[in-house]
C-alpha cells in the first residue's frame, strides 16, 4: 500500500495541471485531455499511454477514514471521515476519485467532527412524492454539495426493490415498484451529475434484506430477476447514465454479486452494454482471479475487505494468465469513460468549498421534497388542524426539537449536531440523528392554539394531556438503519401502546409517522388522522408542520405496500441470522414471488393490505376520467383527464395500471404502467398522456434473451392507487418481440 501511496498526487497538483483548459488542449503530448474527443475515445488514449502499475492504481480505492483498529491511515491526499479515495495519476493529468456517500446528502463516517450538510428526505420519500423533478432536484442539491466538499464521486443511487418492508435499508431506495424506482432514482442521478460529480447505482443486485447479507444467497431465476429487481436497474441505467454501478455484499447463485459473471459481465456490460465501471461495496470482494474476470472493475474500501484483492495481487494474476491484460485495461478505460464522460476532468475539485453552500436555499430544496413527499393516510376531517382549536397537544418522537433520520453508512449529519444526541448504538450503524427542525414550533409558529408537548415516555402524562386537549398530534418513529433488519412491524418502544392510550383519552387524535418503510397501525380504526412522513431531511419539522396545518396539501403516495400483518408476505420469517455461527451460508428464496413483488404479489394472492401501493390522499377532491388507450409504437399510450374537484389547490397522482385479459404469463394480475402528478387549481381540468415502456406489456424470455408481448387485449386501468381503479379501457395489441435493451 505505502508503494502504491508513494504515487498519489496531491489535490493541488492536480489542480494545477488542470487549471486551465486551453492549455490542456495544446497538450499534444496527452491527447486525452481534449475534451472535443469523445469520452470513450479520451479514456482509450489514456489507457494506452498508461503503465501497468498505474492502470492498477486506478482500480484499487481505499476507505478515506482512519481505521486504527485495522492499523489503516487514510491516504494522503484523501478527505477525512468519508467513504473513499483513489489515489489520481499526475504523470497523466488524472485525477484522485474523492468518493462519498450517499442518497440524501453529503455523510460523514461516525467522527467527533463530522461534515455539517443538508439531508433530503430519505429516498423512499422521495419515491413518495411520484415526482421526477424533485428527485432531480435533491440530487442536483446534493451533488453541488459534495462537489463544494471536495468530492468527485457520489455512492448515491439506491435502488434496491422493497422485497422486504423489514429491511433496514429500504429508506435508502426508492418503494417496490420497477418503473416507480426507476424514474426517481434514475433522476436523482441525473441531477447528481450535472455538478460533473460520478453517481453510483447500487446495491447491485438482490440485497434486499441486511440480515446475514454477506453469506445470504438469493435465489431468483433469470426471467424473474430482470422483470424485478434487474429491471429497476436497468430503468435507472438508462434514465440516468450512471457512471459508475456498485456490487453488493450479498450471494446470487452461488456467487457473491462482486465476482457474478452472470450480473456484470452478461446483464450489466453485455445485454445492457453499460460502458461505465464497477466498484465493489466495501468489503464485498472475496477475490481476484474471479473478481476481475466476472467484470470487477474496482476493488474499493480497503481495508474494508480480510486483505486487498486488486493491486499487487491482481498484479501477480495477470503477470501468471490468470487474468488477462486486456481486462485491467477494459477495468481503467471503464473508469477513465466514466470520468471523462461525467466531465471530472474539465470541472476539477477545488479542495473544501463549504464556506461557499447556499444552506438556506438547499435546505429550501429539502423541504419542497419532503411536503411533496409525506402522506395523508387517513383523515376523518381532523387535517387541516381547525383553527378553532384551542389547545394543541403534541406528543412523542422528540416533535419538540426535531425529526429522524435513517443510520449508517449514508447518514448525513446537521448543522449543530442532533437534537436529541446520545441515542442510538454506540457504534456502527449509530447514532441516531435527529434534525433540528422542531415539528412542535413549525405548529405553534401557525397556529394561535396553546401547544403542549409531552415526551410521550410517561404514557399517563401522555394520555392525560390528550384528554385535556381539543386535538392531539402523536409523533412516532422507527429507527431503521444499514446493517440491521427491523424484526417487526410494529412501531417500537411501546410506542403502539402510547397511541392506543392518548387515542382512548380523546379520539381526535392525529398520528404523525417518521418511519424508513411500511408499519402496522393496531390502533388505525381508534385515531382520526394518519400522516406518514417518512425520514423528512433537513427541514422536516417544517415540512410536516405545513402539511398538517393547511400551508401545503399533501400529494404523496405510497411507493410500497404496507402490508396488515407479517402473514401476508412471501417469507413472514427472515431469512438468515446475524447470530449464527460465522461463516454459515443461508438462501433467501426469491423464487417465492418471483417478480411479484410487493402490490404484485397482494394482487396475486388476493390479500387485502393495511395501506395499498400509490395510496394517498388530499385536502381537495379530485375526477380522473375520459380514459382512452392506443397502441403506440411497440407500446401503448394512455390518455385521460383530471380535474381538481375541490376547493384547494392541490397535486394529483393519477396512475395507469396494465393488466393482460387472456394469460400472457405474467407474474401478476397487474403492472404500473405510468402515471402523471398534476398541479390543479379548484376547478381546473388537465388532459394528460402516459406512454408505457414495452417491457411493462411484456415477458422476458431467458432463452432468446427478448421481451415478448403477447397479441391480445389488454386493459388499461386509470387508478387512483392499486386497489382503486377508476376506469377501465381494453386496447388491442399485436405481438411484438423487443430486443434485451427493451427497443
Ligand atoms: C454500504 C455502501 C456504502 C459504503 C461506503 C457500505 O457499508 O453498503 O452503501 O456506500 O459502505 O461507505
Known amino acids: 500500500m505505502t508503494k502504491s501511496l508513494s504515487r498519489v498526487a496531491t489535490a493541488t497538483a492536480i489542480a494545477a495541471v488542470l487549471a486551465c483548459a486551453p492549455a490542456v488542449r495544446a497538450q499534444t503530448d496527452k491527447p486525452w485531455l481534449d475534451p472535443s474527443l469523445d469520452a470513450g475515445v479520451r479514456a482509450g488514449l489514456a489507457v494506452k499511454a498508461m503503465t501497468e502499475d498505474e492502470k492498477l492504481t486506478l482500480v484499487f480505492g481505499y476507505f478515506s477514514t482512519d481505521a486504527p483498529?485495522?492499523?489503516f491511515t487514510r491516504p494522503e491526499g484523501s478527505l477525512p471521515d468519508a467513504a473513499g479515495f483513489v489515489p489520481g495519476i499526475a504523470r497523466l493529468g488524472i485525477p484522485a476519485q474523492s468518493q462519498t456517500d450517499a442518497g440524501v446528502g453529503v455523510a460523514t463516517q461516525r467522527s467527533a467532527h463530522p461534515r455539517e450538510r443538508t439531508a433530503l428526505p430519505s429516498g423512499i420519500a422521495t419515491a413518495a412524492t411520484w415526482s421526477p423533478e424533485r428527485a432531480f432536484d435533491g440530487g442536483a442539491m446534493i451533488g453541488n454539495e459534495a462537489r463544494l466538499s471536495g468530492f468527485n464521486v457520489m455512492l448515491a443511487g439506491g435502488v434496491n426493490l422493497l422485497r422486504e418492508p423489514r429491511n433496514g435499508r429500504n429508506f435508502e431506495y426508492a418503494g417496490e415498484d420497477p418503473w416507480l424506482a426507476g424514474v426517481v432514482v434514475g433522476n436523482e442521478v441525473r441531477g447528481i451529475q450535472s455538478n460533473h460529480v460520478i453517481s453510483t447505482m447500487k446495491h447491485y443486485a438482490f440485497n434486499d434484506q441486511s440480515t446475514s447479507q454477506s453469506e445470504l444467497d438469493s435465489q431468483i431465476g433469470d426471467a424473474d430477476a430482470r422483470m424485478s429487481d434487474l429491471l429497476a436497474?436497468?430503468?435507472v441505467n438508462e434514465i440516468g447514465h450512471p457512471g459508475s454501478v456498485m456490487c453488493s455484499y450479498n450471494i446470487v447463485h452461488g456467487r457473491h454479486s462482486c465476482e457474478n459473471a452472470w450480473l456484470l459481465d452478461e446483464v450489466l456490460k453485455t445485454d445492457w452494454g453499460y460502458k461505465g465501471y464497477v466498484m465493489s461495496d466495501w468489503g464485498a470482494t472475496h477475490s481476484t482471479v474471479e473478481s476481475a474476470n466476472a467484470g470487477l472493475d474496482q476493488d474499493s474500501g480497503y481495508p474494508f475487505d480480510d486483505k486487498p484483492y486488486f493491486g499487487a495481487p491482481l498484479k501477480q494474476a495477470i503477470a501468471a494468465g490468470k487474468v488477462p491484460q486486456s481486462r485491467l485495461d477494459d477495468m481503467a478505460r471503464r473508469i477513465l469513460t466514466s470520468m471523462f464522460a461525467v466531465g471530472l476532468f474539465e470541472n476539477p475539485l477545488k479542495g473544501d468549498q463549504s464556506a461557499s453552500i447556499d444552506y438556506g436555499k438547499n435546505e429550501a430544496i429539502a423541504q419542497a421534497d419532503a411536503e411533496e413527499a409525506i402522506v395523508l393516510l387517513k383523515n376523518d376531517g381532523l387535517l387541516p388542524l381547525a383553527k378553532t382549536a384551542k389547545t394543541l397537544a403534541v406528543i412523542g418522537a422528540h416533535a419538540d426539537v426535531g425529526v429522524l433520520s435513517g443510520g449508517g453508512s449514508s447518514q448525513v449529519y446537521p448543522h449543530g449536531g442532533s437534537a436529541a444526541p446520545n441515542?442510538?448504538?454506540?457504534?456502527?450503524?449509530g447514532p441516531m440523528v435527529w434534525f433540528p427542525s422542531s415539528p412542535l414550533k413549525g405548529i405553534a409558529r401557525r397556529s394561535s392554539a396553546t401547544v403542549?408537548?409531552?415526551s410521550g415516555k410517561d404514557i399517563h402524562a401522555a394520555a392525560d394531556l390528550a384528554a385535556r386537549s381539543d386535538i392531539v398530534i402523536v409523533f412516532a418513529s422507527q429507527?431503521?438503519?444499514?446493517?440491521?433488519?427491523?424484526?417487526?412491524?410494529?412501531?417500537?418502544?411501546?410506542q403502539d401502546a402510547l397511541i392506543a392510550a392518548v387515542a382512548?383519552?380523546?379520539?381526535?387524535?392525529?398520528?404523525?409517522?417518521?418511519?424508513?418503510?411500511?408499519?402496522v397501525m393496531p390502533w388505525l380504526n381508534d385515531v382520526g388522522a394518519v400522516v406518514e412522513a417518512w425520514f423528512p431531511g433537513s427541514n422536516g419539522g417544517e415540512a410536516i408542520a405545513r402539511v398538517l396545518t393547511g400551508e401545503v396539501n399533501p400529494s404523496g403516495h405510497l411507493p410500497a405496500t404496507f402490508p396488515a400483518s407479517l402473514d401476508q408476505l412471501p417469507r413472514p420469517v427472515l431469512d438468515g441470522d446475524n447470530h449464527g455461527p460465522r461463516g454459515k451460508l443461508y438462501t433467501v428464496n426469491y423464487g417465492i414471488e418471483g417478480a411479484a413483488v410487493g402490490y404484485k404479489w397482494f394482487d396475486k394472492k388476493g390479500l387485502?393490505?393495511?395501506?395499498?401501493?400509490?395510496?394517498?390522499?388530499?385536502?381537495t377532491r379530485f375526477e380522473a376520467g375520459g380514459l382512452t388507450a392506443q397502441p403506440s409504437g411497440k407500446a401503448l399510450s394512455a390518455s385521460f383527464t383530471v380535474k381538481n374537484a375541490g376547493d384547494r389547490d392541490g397535486k394529483a397522482v393519477a396512475q395507469v395500471y396494465v393488466s393482460p385479459a387472456s394469460d400472457a404469463g405474467w407474474e401478476a394480475p397487474k403492472r404500473l404502467g405510468g402515471w402523471v402528478k398534476l398541479d390543479l387549481r379548484p376547478g381546473e381540468s388537465r388532459a394528460a398522456t402516459v406512454a408505457v415502456d414495452p417491457r411493462l406489456l411484456a415477458v422476458y424470455d431467458a432463452v432468446s434473451k427478448t421481451w415478448r408481448i403477447k397479441a391480445g387485449d389488454y386493459q388499461v386501468m386509470l387508478a387512483n392507487s392499486a386497489a382503486d381503479i377508476v376506469q377501465t379501457q381494453t386496447v388491442h395489441l399485436d405481438a411484438q418481440t423487443l430486443d434485451v435493451t427493451g427497443k
Open 608 to 619: 387485502k393490505p393495511l395501506f395499498p401501493f400509490g395510496y394517498g390522499l388530499s385536502y
Open 452 to 454: 403542549t408537548f409531552a
Open 69 to 71: 483498529w485495522k492499523k
Open 423 to 429: 441515542e442510538g448504538p454506540d457504534n456502527f450503524p
Open 233 to 235: 436497474f436497468q430503468f
Open 479 to 494: 429507527w431503521t438503519a444499514e446493517g440491521m433488519d427491523v424484526p417487526y412491524l410494529n412501531l417500537p418502544n411501546g
Open 504 to 519: 382512548k383519552a380523546n379520539p381526535k387524535t392525529v398520528v404523525v409517522l417518521e418511519t424508513g418503510g411500511p408499519v
